[in-house]
Nanobody, 119 residues
Framework: QVQLVESGGGLAQAGGSLRLSCAASGLTFRSYAMGWFRQGPGKERELVASGGYRTYYADSVKGRFTISRENAKNTVYLQMNSLQPDDTAVYYC???????????????WGQGTQVTVSS
């Protein structure tokens, strides 16, 4: 059974940092493209970052967020710096067979972790 478990969310002040982790099990992690998505209040779910080998960042997070992966630990990370209130959302990690900006191209999803940024 495939499981993706996010952690590291919480409350941060504007300008602060958080590091999200997503631990995967039940799949050959190194074979999968990994992405981080988010869904803010009243907003559509959007891709924040994907990759590790090839990376994509949403324009709104370029220069502030960094995605990385550690295959030996079956874990993907999202380092979030210079956080802004607009970054408030539930953040999800997802695994897919190839890198894509479309959420329906990702097969497996975590349960999500809440990130709240106060001004």
């Amino acid at each position: 059974q495939v499981q993706l478990v996010e952690s590291g969310g919480g409350l941060a002040q504007a300008g602060g940092s958080l590091r999200l982790s997503c631990a995967a099990s039940g799949l050959t992690f190194r074979s999968y493209a990994m992405g981080w998505f988010r869904q803010g209040p009243g907003k559509e779910r959007e891709l924040v970052a994907s990759g590790g080998y090839r990376t994509y960042y949403a324009d709104s997070v370029k220069g502030r967020f960094t995605i990385s992966r550690e295959n030996a630990k079956n874990t993907v990370y999202l380092q979030m710096n210079s956080l802004q209130p607009d970054d408030t959302a539930v953040y999800y990690c997802a695994a897919g067979n190839y890198y894509s900006q479309a959420d329906n191209d990702y097969t497996y999803w975590g349960q999500g972790t809440q990130v709240t940024v106060s001004s």
